[in-house]
C-alpha cells in the first residue's frame, strides 16, 4: 500500500468544486481546506505507479493551480507479509 499526502493549490474562486471533484476520485481524501485555495490531501494506492498516475490526474483537476508531493510512504499490505 502507498500513502502520499499532498498540498493542493486550487483557484480560491473554484476550490469548493476542486475539493468535490477530488472526492470523487478513489482512494483520494481532504483533509483541510483553505479560504485561498490550499487543501491537505491523502492517495492511497496499490502501487507505486498507481500512486503517481493518481499524482497526475490530481494535478490536472480543473482548477488546479499546483500540488507538491508532501510526504510518500510504502507498507506492505498485512496480507502479504511473510
Not at 5 to 14: D, T, W
Amino acid at each position: 500500500m502507498n500513502i502520499s499526502s499532498l498540498l493542493v493549490n486550487a483557484r480560491p474562486e473554484l476550490q469548493q468544486q476542486v475539493q468535490d471533484g477530488l472526492l470523487l476520485l478513489g482512494g483520494v481524501e481532504v483533509h483541510a481546506a483553505t479560504e485561498k485555495g490550499q487543501l491537505i490531501v491523502t492517495i492511497e494506492a496499490d502501487s507505486d505507479r498507481a500512486a503517481a498516475d493518481m499524482f497526475t490526474t490530481v494535478s490536472q483537476q480543473p482548477g488546479v493551480l499546483s500540488a507538491a508531493l508532501v510526504y510518500h510512504q510504502f507498507e506492505p499490505h498485512p496480507d502479504e507479509e511473510a
